[in-house]
């Protein structure tokens, strides 16, 4: 054998060995590929893509006011999606997703070089494609078996689907932090924008959250967020998808993250919650997964208006009140300097209350305060934004309440955009509006503020109404043979222990003055308690306590003693509300409901309200002329009683009501309407005690009322309601008076003293003497 051919045999076996080998490998790859690949999974979950969808709810406009679920996700099409926002993901993620095949053979054997060059593993190379599959099929395990059906499912992927509808998906699908899936989603919660107006800047910082939507987070670590947008931005300049010019201004563009999750276009979470409980109760079935849109009855403006009323009459109440002192205090010892991060971290876990914003104090002196406002910027206050706290700055103050280095404060603008020192309130308020015709909510405000109180004060709270229930006896006594001309006298009057079985009743005006005799329209525009007092005698409290039920108020808890008379049951802002829309439309009772419909994930009406309109004989609960003549004394109340300063305010004379305020001035109510709608506020505290010296309805509650209907009555022109037959007037001004006109030729109505039914006795437990 020649040395050649023994050479080329030392040389060639080995090869033909390696070759050999290697088609093995190739051989055995295709076996697992042709055993793998048919028992691949169906893509059926991305061609049908059903992701989960929140639960949402919208006011009858269209905005959203609610989400609940566990997912936070907003479907986009592709088409939809701004170029900015495609080419920062593609920069990010997958420049070549457009030319590979799913996994892009280019970009691994770049990671791989530029790992072994940086000497360890700091460069991955999955695609878009990829991300897909995995999202979808496969777990985060980092094993080779994973790698290699995520590799064929992305072929087979890529075989089934065009390249916009894999982007598509991974655009709705991918998770971005903060309960957000989908960059549609993440915009708004980030930024709180819709996709398509984000900027090159917002783009980039959304587009470096799918890496590590932890690690990346803009609320959580806005410096390493910050980071990872520098990068994409260069990326962007890089693949030629934004200039040089582009490129540094979107470096210097100041990113406004917001750091409250629950930010929707008005405030209306009480309503939003009571939707979500009517959604969920109707479709317990994925109730938080399957897309429902649920539709209120809620009108954005109006709901606005209300809120913000509402916040404004309980900001001016605590005002009114003193401020307390600081809410607490942090420890200071290891703060390095005013910029410290670990101040914004400990602010992170004071919530806002609306524009109530948590500030630390840096620095304290008798005329300034320097301090640290949540979000990051130092804020120096002197002059009149400090001097509502001015007491707390004093050397004398109560140590634990004092304002100094450490203390904890509330910042809010005042109305030239100016900050000044706040606190926030202890009262609780509520406010309901409703459309008399149909019984629609067109606003509903349960509380100061929902994230720091849930209680649902329309509905849940139970409270004495005080004077605000007296239209209902005056009601009565129209039913009995009086009318608003009737003369009672207003005189001091004592239910004797012997009536009482314990002890003597002595109640009183409160304001303390007796005019003798007046008429019915008078008194209540007055709001005189003892002649309240005298016409449930005269009619007696068991008819009255019957009657008021009428209105939708339960029995059991409006006993019927003479204390009814001034309001000492129990009520709630929603029964109110639905009681003067009797008055209001003429003597029906409607159904108060805050859910118009609900739709599914095809936008198709699943549930529907059915409710009964006001003129269906069905619900009237009152005859026709007796709603004329309350409301006719009701506005005098407005005009020249307890509750002038409403038609002085909104410079209108179709307006109706009645303040209320309990004994001690524990509630303030004003409850009233004009006949497009009825409304209804509340002031008090969640365990009762005194609001305060002439903290009466008129003062506490009604700017509430005045505030909403400003906004409600606006183009809304004035309007009265016609007089029903079967009425005859008589009299003229102020003292113009009707009666049933088959009472008019009969005896006049009983006088003071005359009722058949004598006074009732009183139980000692129900003992009360609310005022106006």
């Known amino acids: 054998m020649s040395s050649f051919s023994l050479a080329a045999r030392i040389v060639l076996s080995p090869l033909i060995i390696l070759l050999g080998l290697v088609a093995i490998g190739i051989a055995m790859v295709l076996i697992v590929l042709a055993l793998a690949y048919p028992n691949l999974p169906s893509l059926e979950v991305l061609t049908d893509y059903r992701p989960k969808i929140p639960l949402r709810v919208f006011t009858s406009d269209g905005y959203l006011i609610g989400e609940f679920g566990e997912e936070r996700r907003a479907v986009v099409s592709i088409q939809d999606v701004p170029p900015v926002m495609k080419n920062a993901i593609l920069a990010a993620e997958?420049?070549?997703?457009?030319?590979?095949?799913?996994?892009d053979y280019i970009g691994i054997l770049r990671a791989a070089a530029a790992n072994l060059a940086g000497g360890g593993k700091r460069q991955g190379a999955s695609t878009i494609t990829q991300q897909v599959a995995r999202n979808f099929f496969l777990s985060g395990e980092k094993t080779y078996t994973r790698k290699l059906y995520e590799a064929l499912l992305s072929f087979k992927i890529e075989n089934n689907l065009t390249k916009d509808q894999i982007l598509e998906l991974y655009i709705n699908q991918i998770f971005l932090g903060q309960r957000a899936y989908g960059f549609a989603a993440a915009s708004q919660i980030y930024f709180g924008k819709p996709l398509k107006d984000i900027s090159i800047a917002e783009a980039a910082m959304l587009a470096g959250l799918p890496k590590a939507p932890s690690a990346y987070n803009p609320i959580v670590n806005p410096k390493r967020a910050k980071i990872r947008q520098q990068y994409v931005l260069r990326?962007?300049?890089?693949?030629?998808?934004?200039?040089?010019?582009?490129?540094?201004?979107?470096?210097?563009?100041?990113?406004?993250?917001?750091?409250?999750?629950?930010?929707?276009?008005?405030?209306?979470?009480?309503?939003?919650?009571?939707?979500?409980?009517?959604?969920?109760?109707?479709?317990?079935?994925?109730?938080?997964?399957?897309?429902?849109?649920?539709?209120?009855?809620?009108?954005?403006?109006?709901?606005?208006?209300?809120?913000?009323?509402?916040?404004?009459?309980?900001?001016?109440?605590?005002?009114?009140?003193?401020?307390?002192?600081?809410?607490?205090?942090?420890?200071?010892?290891?703060?390095t300097s005013d910029q410290d991060e670990a101040i914004d971290e400990a602010l992170q876990d004071i919530a806002d209350a609306g524009d109530l914003i948590p500030a630390l104090v840096l620095a304290a002196e008798a005329k300034q305060i320097r301090a640290y406002r949540k979000g990051g910027e130092i804020v120096t206050l002197g002059g009149d934004a400090i001097k509502f706290a001015a007491k707390m700055l004093d050397d004398k103050a109560p140590p634990n309440k004092r304002i100094k280095r450490g203390a904890i404060i509330r910042l809010q603008k005042d109305d030239k955009g100016n900050w000044q020192i706040s606190q926030l309130p202890e009262v609780e308020s509520a406010f309901v509006a409703v459309d008399p015709k149909d019984g629609a909510i067109r606003a509903l405000v349960g509380g100061f503020d929902f994230n720091r109180n849930k209680f649902n004060h329309v509905t849940q709270a139970w409270r004495q109404p005080g004077s605000s229930f007296k239209p209902f006896i005056y009601s009565a006594a129209l039913e009995k043979g009086f009318h608003p001309g009737s003369v009672i006298n207003d005189e001091p009057i004592v239910i004797s222990a012997s009536q009482t079985g314990s002890q003597a009743w002595e109640p009183h005006n409160y304001d303390?003055?007796?005019?003798?005799?007046?008429?019915?329209?008078?008194?209540?525009?007055?709001?005189?308690?003892?002649?309240?007092?005298?016409?449930?005698?005269?009619?007696?409290?068991?008819?009255?306590?019957?009657?008021?039920?009428?209105?939708?108020?339960?029995?059991?808890?409006?006993?019927?003693?003479?204390?009814?008379?001034?309001?000492?049951?129990?009520?709630?802002?929603?029964?109110?509300?639905?009681?003067?829309?009797?008055?209001?439309?003429?003597?029906?009772?409607?159904?108060?409901?805050?859910?118009?419909?609900?739709?599914?994930?095809?936008?198709?009406?699943i549930a529907q309200s059915?409710?009964?309109?006001?003129?269906?004989?069905?619900?009237?609960?009152?005859?026709?002329?007796?709603?004329?003549?309350?409301?006719?004394?009701?506005?005098?109340?407005?005009?020249?009683?307890?509750a002038a300063k409403a038609s002085v305010a909104l410079k209108r004379q179709d307006l109706a009501g009645k303040t209320g305020?309990?004994?001690?001035?524990?509630?303030?109510?004003?409850?009233?309407?004009?006949?497009?709608?009825?409304?209804?506020?509340?002031?008090?505290?969640?365990?009762?005690?005194?609001?305060?010296?002439?903290?009466?309805?008129?003062?506490?509650a009604?700017?509430?009322?005045?505030?909403?209907?400003?906004?409600?009555?606006?183009?809304?022109?004035?309007?009265?309601?016609?007089?029903?037959?079967?009425?005859?007037?008589?009299?003229?001004g102020r003292e113009r008076s009707y009666i049933y006109t088959e009472n008019a030729a009969k005896e006049p109505p009983p006088e003071e003293g005359s009722a058949e039914t004598p006074p009732t006795v009183v139980d000692p437990a129900h003992l009360a003497h609310p005022s106006d």
């Open 610 to 642: 059915a409710q009964v309109p006001a003129g269906e004989d069905s619900i009237r609960v009152i005859d026709p002329r007796n709603a004329f003549m309350m409301d006719s004394m009701l506005r005098d109340v407005t005009i020249y009683g307890t």
């Open 702 to 732: 009604l700017p509430i009322w005045i505030g909403y209907m400003g906004r409600a009555l606006k183009d809304v022109p004035v309007q009265t309601p016609t007089m029903p037959e079967g009425i005859t007037t008589f009299g003229s």
């Open 512 to 605: 303390g003055k007796y005019e003798g005799p007046m008429s019915m329209r008078t008194a209540l525009a007055k709001s005189k308690n003892m002649v309240s007092i005298r016409i449930l005698q005269a009619i007696g409290p068991h008819f009255a306590q019957d009657y008021a039920s009428r209105f939708g108020f339960d029995a059991e808890k409006h006993p019927p003693y003479l204390t009814m008379a001034l309001g000492a049951g129990s009520v709630t802002p929603w029964q109110m509300v639905t009681a003067y829309s009797v008055f209001a439309n003429g003597g029906y009772r409607i159904k108060p409901f805050v859910v118009r419909e609900i739709r599914n994930e095809a936008n198709e009406v």
């Open 94 to 103: 997958d420049d070549r997703f457009y030319q590979h095949g799913g996994v």
């Open 235 to 335: 990326r962007m300049r890089e693949l030629g998808y934004i200039t040089e010019v582009q490129f540094e201004s979107a470096l210097k563009e100041p990113l406004i993250v917001k750091r409250e999750l629950a930010d929707y276009a008005v405030h209306a979470e009480h309503a939003a919650e009571m939707a979500r409980q009517i959604a969920a109760e109707r479709f317990p079935e994925d109730v938080y997964s399957r897309g429902l849109k649920v539709y209120t009855t809620l009108v954005k403006a109006e709901q606005e208006a209300a809120y913000l009323s509402l916040r404004r009459g309980v900001m001016d109440y605590d005002r009114r009140h003193g401020y307390r002192g600081a809410e607490s205090y942090l420890d200071l010892k290891e703060i």
């Open 661 to 700: 305020t309990t004994n001690e001035y524990v509630d303030a109510w004003f409850c009233g309407y004009q006949m497009t709608v009825s409304a209804c506020a509340w002031v008090g505290f969640d365990q009762p005690k005194k609001l305060g010296d002439k903290e009466t309805g008129g003062a506490a």
